[in-house]
């Protein structure tokens, strides 16, 4: 055997023996192999003509049979990804353009420039959860699918037809019912018709973006900040102004020097649980925050996905501008993504009556109504009382390995100079570009999150965020220790 293609067989074999199989969950192993050694060979990450580990070594190094390895291997020869040669082995099948174009998967490669929706489309795919250190979500098995498949059979029980028809524009009725109540908890007082429903909180920011900015307006955000929203208010001709974001909140000095420049149409804000830091908003900053925004006529808009994460005022103090406000000059947005299910797709406005008709009407002309069906499961999770127990339970997880992943991660060299009690993040300093990280994380199988997506300008940073519920994988952390030893 040459020296060639023993290397590609020493690289073939380093790549599929980082793969991490699963017994729990409804995917078989050989499901498992199959897509895991797809998406190797369309990243690249196994080249063509390579030779691929033998069946016996596959089975030992993953503890499977080999009837699994021996069906997987079937499986990707009838799919054209490898070839069996008699006496030899199994290799990467040199493909044809028309089945590499077919099946190729380019947004999934990290491009020259990092941006935001190579992360994204990076997010759906199906990486193990404890791969994901640079994850927003809150692994799977976390959460409770049981209150989702509950809520299902109950509302299945109901009359059909309602589930066959249209929902209401602004939501469905007794959920807003149950949301004035959680709102109230809040301190913020809101009706039922100052509410409206909304597809997650992505849906509810572009509602007021498209309601209030024109091509060339200004919209502030915190910086660092939540990167998707950069590019949708971008594709609206605005112009995306960060705001320098402080252990307690934004610069205030700053916000009142570019508030007077650039006469925003609205500044979005995380005031508790911070993306990407999980600090939250002090007191004093917020009313500093309301004077200035009345001083120079914005709208604030309170991001508070993160809400439930948090342990109430009588643990930390949390303070809300929308509790301040009352919904005058704040528009409060929330949803239930991070602590029921991503998929469920549930969000939802708190705002003054008039503005809440008026966004249910952009609503209703852009996509009609949101899912009556998952609305009406979020009503019944909330309405039973399992939901607060439920929340209860991610809480008291995320406390027990927050401290133990803080100390994994500066063992391994981060530096984490800003820490909370609360919160599914850390904002970490790795020394070196995250950017370059990132790329070199990805070819392990490996999402991390460069701290360059999280700013509007996207500059180079240290600075990455890591979810603290899937960081601590062995894998993982031997990557970062490897890296982060270079000189």
């Not at 998406?39 to 070594?57: E, F, N, V």
């Not at 699918?145 to 037809?161: C, D, F, P, T, V």
């Not at 120079?296 to 996905?305: A, G, K, L, N, S």
Request: charged share 20%.
């Amino acid at each position: 055997m040459t020296n060639t293609a023993n290397s590609r067989k020493a690289a073939a074999l380093s790549v599929v023996s980082s793969q991490t199989l699963s017994r729990e969950g409804g995917e078989s192993l050989v499901d498992q192999i199959v897509r895991s050694i797809e998406a190797r060979i369309d990243d690249k990450l196994l080249r063509s003509g390579a030779r691929m580990p033998s069946i016996r070594q596959f089975a030992e190094t993953h503890g499977v049979s080999r009837f699994t390895v021996v069906e997987a291997y079937d499986r990707l020869v009838a799919k054209g990804y490898m070839e069996s040669r008699r006496g030899s082995g199994f290799y990467v099948r040199e493909r044809s353009p028309m089945i590499a174009a077919g099946n190729a998967r380019p947004a999934e490669m990290p491009p020259q420039q990092l941006d935001v929706v190579w992360l994204v489309r990076n997010m759906f795919r199906q990486y193990p959860a404890q791969h994901t250190p640079g994850s927003g979500l809150l692994p799977s098995d976390w959460l409770d699918g049981e209150l989702i498949a509950n809520g299902l059979r109950a509302i299945s029980r109901q009359n059909l037809s309602l589930l066959l028809q249209y929902g209401n524009p602004q939501g469905f009725l007794p959920l807003r019912q149950q949301l004035q109540l959680k709102l109230a908890e809040l301190e913020i007082a809101a009706t039922p018709e100052q509410i409206v429903t909304t597809s997650g909180i992505t849906q509810g920011l572009d509602l007021v973006a498209r309601h209030f900015a024109q091509p060339g307006d200004t919209i502030f955000v915190d910086d660092p900040a939540w990167f998707l929203m950069f590019g949708s208010f971008a594709t609206l001709g605005a112009k995306v102004v960060g705001i320098p974001r402080l252990p307690d909140g934004p610069d205030i000095a700053k916000l009142a020097e570019l508030a007077a420049v650039h006469k925003p149409r609205f500044y979005v804000i995380n005031s508790v649980l911070h993306n990407p830091t999980s600090t939250s908003l002090s007191a004093a900053k917020a009313f500093q925050i309301l004077k200035i925004a009345e001083q120079h006529d914005f709208t604030i808009v309170e991001d508070d996905i993160y809400c439930d994460l948090h342990p109430g005022s009588a643990v930390q103090p949390a303070t809300r501008i929308a509790s301040l406000d009352q919904l005058n000059r704040v528009i409060y947005l929330g949803g239930f993504s991070k602590t029921l299910a991503a998929n469920l797709r549930v969000g939802f406005i708190a705002t003054s009556e008039d503005m809440a008709k008026r966004l249910s009407d952009r609503k209703m002309l852009s996509t009609l109504t949101t899912s009556d069906i998952g609305e009406r499961i979020v009503y019944k999770i909330l309405s039973e009382g399992h939901y607060r127990k439920h929340v209860d339970r991610l809480r008291g997880k995320l406390d027990t390995v927050r401290d133990k992943t803080v100390k994994q991660l500066e063992r391994v060299g981060l530096t984490i100079d800003i820490t909370t009690p609360a919160g599914m993040f850390v904002w970490a300093d790795t020394g070196r570009d995250t950017h370059v990280l990132t790329e070199k994380a990805l070819e392990q199988g490996i999402l991390l999150a460069p701290g360059s997506l999280f700013s509007p300008s996207q500059l180079p940073s240290t600075r990455m965020r890591v979810n603290v519920a899937s960081a601590s994988d062995v894998s993982v952390l031997r990557f970062l220790e490897r890296e982060l030893g270079k000189p």
